[in-house]
């Protein structure tokens, strides 16, 4: 990472362009740009009219100033109109999930993770958008010893998926590595973000609707896996930091703290509902990590940042948004 001053120039953007805004991070991101004033253009391929996923994502950003929404998918549409007087891209557009990406959607994961990410930082670059934000993953460091990653490790991706998203950091950072390149970029390498409208794939969320409505959750290996939780709202303001973060170009992690087990997870879902979720065993998947773990130190030091909320506060917030009548319509 290089520690020189950067383009970026105030941590509260005056114009954002937000990819994947009709998804978990990027609405909440999208959501929390406006409030501080940031002009947001939206856009995600997933048309909110059509998908009732999307749609519950995006219904807090209806009517609110400042918002615009395009429908577009960035492999094939034109994305130099979206960066007009941008000052900052935030990529949250991809296709996320490690189990799938072992299956025939791994084109998926190539297309949106890698090539549409080629064609916006081409786009950037072109459009002399001074920084970008990318959501980069945990999952690309791989396997550990269960101690603390730093951002310097050896990454050892263990899933088509990860191998998708360490290209994507790594093709963002190429980029901002040329001579003539206007663009600094900053690669997040978020740990499993858990949080009202979380994606209704991740277990947190299968795990809190299992102990509300009794039904039975799958549980993939013994439940001692860890992860790093972190809550969405700790996970949007890192990214804003990261808008006007005063370095040039690097990775940094960002980790709840957690710390957590999957029977922790239960645990606290069982106690938030007052009833024991009934737990299907079934095999550890394939290219499951059993640890995450974030080194938390160049977040502090880069983006002045550190994680605020706890998995069980953090929990009762989800549990509550999934009560919300739009919300159990999507899910
Ligand atoms: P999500 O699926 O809710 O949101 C991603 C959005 O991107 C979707 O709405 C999708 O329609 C859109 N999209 C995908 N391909 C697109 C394309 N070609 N053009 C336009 N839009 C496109 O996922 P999320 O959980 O919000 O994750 C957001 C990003 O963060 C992803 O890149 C993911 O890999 C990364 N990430 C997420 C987590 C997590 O725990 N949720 C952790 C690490 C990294
Ligand atoms: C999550 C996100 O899904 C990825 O998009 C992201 O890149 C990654 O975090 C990250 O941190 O980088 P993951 O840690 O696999 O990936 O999160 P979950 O999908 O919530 O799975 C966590 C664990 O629960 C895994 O061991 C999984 O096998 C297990 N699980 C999941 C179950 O036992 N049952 C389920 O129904 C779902």
Not at 26 to 34: C, F
Not at 40 to 51: F, L, S, Y
Not at 108 to 132: C, F, G, K, W
Request: charged share 15%; glycine share 8%; with cysteine.
């Amino acid at each position: 990472m290089s520690d020189s001053p950067s383009a970026a120039t105030t941590s509260s953007p005056r114009r954002a362009l937000v990819t994947g805004a009709a998804g978990f991070i990027g609405s909440h991101l999208a959501h929390a740009l406006l409030q501080t004033g940031t002009i947001v253009i939206g856009v995600d391929r997933r048309d909110p009219a059509r998908d009732q996923t999307a749609a519950a994502n995006m219904a807090a950003l209806h009517g609110l100033p400042g918002y615009m929404h395009i429908t577009a998918d960035l492999l094939t549409c034109a994305i130099d109109p979206l960066l007009i007087d941008a000052d900052v891209i935030f990529h949250l557009a991809g296709i996320p999930g490690v189990r799938p990406s072992w299956g025939p959607q791994f084109s998926e994961y190539v297309n949106s993770n890698i090539l549409a990410t080629q064609r916006l930082m081409d786009a950037a670059t072109r459009m002399h958008v001074p920084r970008l934000v990318v959501a980069s993953s945990s999952s690309v460091y791989g396997p550990t010893n269960g101690g603390p990653s730093v951002e310097g490790d050896h990454p050892r991706p263990a899933s088509p998926y990860a191998v998708t998203k360490l290209a994507e950091e790594q093709l963002c950072l190429a980029h901002a590595s040329r001579t003539d390149c206007p663009t600094s970029v900053i690669a997040l390498r978020y740990f499993t973000v858990y949080g009202p409208r979380q994606r209704p794939d991740m277990f947190t969320h299968r795990a809190l609707r299992a102990a509300m409505s009794g039904q039975p959750l799958r549980l993939y290996g013994d439940g001692h896996q860890r992860r790093d939780f972190t809550y969405i709202d700790d996970a949007v303001a890192a990214t804003i930091a990261a808008a006007g973060a005063p370095i040039d170009t690097g990775i940094v992690n960002v980790g709840g703290g957690a710390n957590a087990s999957l029977l922790d997870v239960i645990n606290i879902a069982n106690r938030l509902a007052g009833r024991e979720i009934q737990i299907h065993a079934d095999n550890a998947r394939n290219g499951d990590v059993l640890t995450t773990r974030a080194d938390p130190r160049r977040a502090q030091a880069v983006l002045g940042w550190q994680p605020t909320v706890d998995l069980p506060t953090g929990m009762r917030a989800q549990m509550q948004a999934l009560t919300q009548p739009a919300y159990r319509k999507a899910a």
